[in-house]
T-cell receptor, first 112, second 113 residues
Framework: KAGVTQTPRYLIKTRGQQVTLSCSPI?????VSWYQQTPGQGLQFLFE???????NKGNFPGRFSGRQFSNSRSEMNVSTLELGDSALYLC???????????FGSGTRLTVV | GESVGLHLPTLSVQEGDNSIINCAYS??????FIWYKQESGKGPQFIID?????DKRQGQRVTVLLNKTVKHLSLQIAATQPGDSAVYFC????????????FGAGTRLTVKP
């Protein structure tokens, strides 16, 4: 079966712009989590969605938001981009919030 | 705050040798742990997991050891191969806590031919 698909793979944006990243989980998986990965901070939890509801949220500013659709696909949005938002954004899915994520390959966001 | 941490940021081993990657965790409530492998340009890949009611679990060429007394986790890779070169992360979770996994900083494993 297909894995977790993230689009786009690479993105370059200018400071102040906004961006939307997409994640399609493994078929049947209802939980989708988002992580930000940077060399300095490592993997940091952004938020988790299950059945279109945000169940858990990390310590990121309100500029970072997300949503999940009825087909479990998820998007995350970052508004008013800052240089420090440059990172690899990873999406991971699991069956029902159970342990053992499957990660996508990520979206590499560069803010210039 | 409580966090997951790694003892060594880099590890270099000879092909064929065994590798041991260590991880310390501080949240005594954590009861589920996972090791991930991340190769360049890819997302983390699940290697092996262990629950707190166990102290050892074996997979194919990998073994995870859990010492709850000192809050220490290790990943042992037998007969390390060049394809094992990657960054390895440990992650902790409180089972049932909505998948809020906390990851360590990662250890870069380099396998020398």
């Amino acid at each position: 079966k297909a894995g977790v698909t993230q689009t786009p793979r690479y993105l370059i944006k200018t400071r102040g712009q906004q961006v939307t990243l997409s994640c399609s989980p493994i078929s049947g998986h209802r939980s989708v989590s988002w992580y930000q990965q940077t060399p300095g901070q490592g993997l940091q939890f952004l938020f988790e969605y299950f059945s279109e509801t945000q169940r858990n949220k990390g310590n990121f500013p309100g500029r970072f938001s997300g949503r999940q659709f009825s087909n479990s696909r998820s998007e995350m949005n970052v508004s008013t981009l800052e240089l420090g938002d440059s990172a690899l954004y990873l999406c991971a899915s699991s069956l029902a919030g159970q342990n053992g994520y499957t990660f996508g390959s990520g979206t590499r966001l560069t803010v210039v | 705050g409580e966090s997951v941490g790694l003892h060594l940021p880099t590890l270099s081993v000879q092909e064929g040798d065994n590798s041991i990657i260590n991880c310390a965790y501080s949240n005594s409530a954590s009861d589920y742990f996972i090791w991930y492998k991340q190769e360049s340009g890819k997302g983390p890949q699940f290697i092996i997991d262990i629950r707190s009611n166990m102290d050892k679990r074996q997979g194919q060429r990998v073994t995870v050891l859990l010492n709850k007394t000192v809050k220490h986790l290790s990943l042992q890779i037998a007969a390390t191969q060049p394809g094992d070169s990657a960054v390895y992360f440990c992650a902790e979770n409180i089972e049932g806590n909505n998948n809020d996994m906390r990851f360590g900083a990662g250890t870069r494993l380099t396998v020398k031919p």
